[in-house]
């Protein structure tokens, strides 16, 4: 919603016309060598953390740009040390979430997910049980360290 996957989407559109047509969609764009691109879509956040961590710490010892997009503020915690962090963010506006699709340095530092579930109407009994579940999973996480 906030642009996230657009944006990975867009440097490797920029990646592959720099490398195939000479050209990039961007004021300025540099590429001292041929880049192999790879992607990987996981569906689910939060159920991986441990095996997240460590293929991205893995992907980052080695020559290679990593680009992340995830909604999993633990995982970003996890990895803060090793990765430089960038975030969208929205502001919610007469029951709307308004994105102004502009990067930011840093951690996200809010969550939407379950006022998504308000803003769209969801019946109170899986909005009770997402804030129910996030409490329990964030004092589960809190108290692991």
């Given amino acids: ?16 016309a720099a490398q195939n047509l000479n050209t990039a969609f961007a004021g300025e764009f540099a590429l ?4 192999k691109i790879s992607s990987a ?7 991986a953390e441990a095996a997240a961590k460590a293929v991205l710490r893995s992907l980052n010892k080695k020559n290679t740009i990593v680009f992340v997009s995830t909604h999993d503020m633990e995982l970003a915690d996890l990895l803060e040390k090793e990765y430089e962090l960038y975030h969208f963010s929205e502001t919610l506006a007469n029951g709307q979430l308004n994105f102004d699709y502009k ?17 769209s109407g969801y019946p109170e009994e899986i909005i009770r049980e997402a804030g129910e579940t996030y409490d329990y999973l964030a ?7």
């Fill in 1 to 16: 919603m906030s642009g996230k996957t657009t944006f990975i989407r867009t440097i490797g559109i920029n990646l592959l």
């Fill in 32 to 35: 001292i060598k041929p880049l």
């Fill in 41 to 47: 879509l996981m569906l689910s956040d939060n159920l």
């Fill in 103 to 119: 990067l930011k340095e840093g951690k996200l530092k809010t969550r939407n997910a379950i006022r998504i579930l308000e803003i």
């Fill in 139 to 145: 004092g589960f996480h809190f108290n692991s360290k």
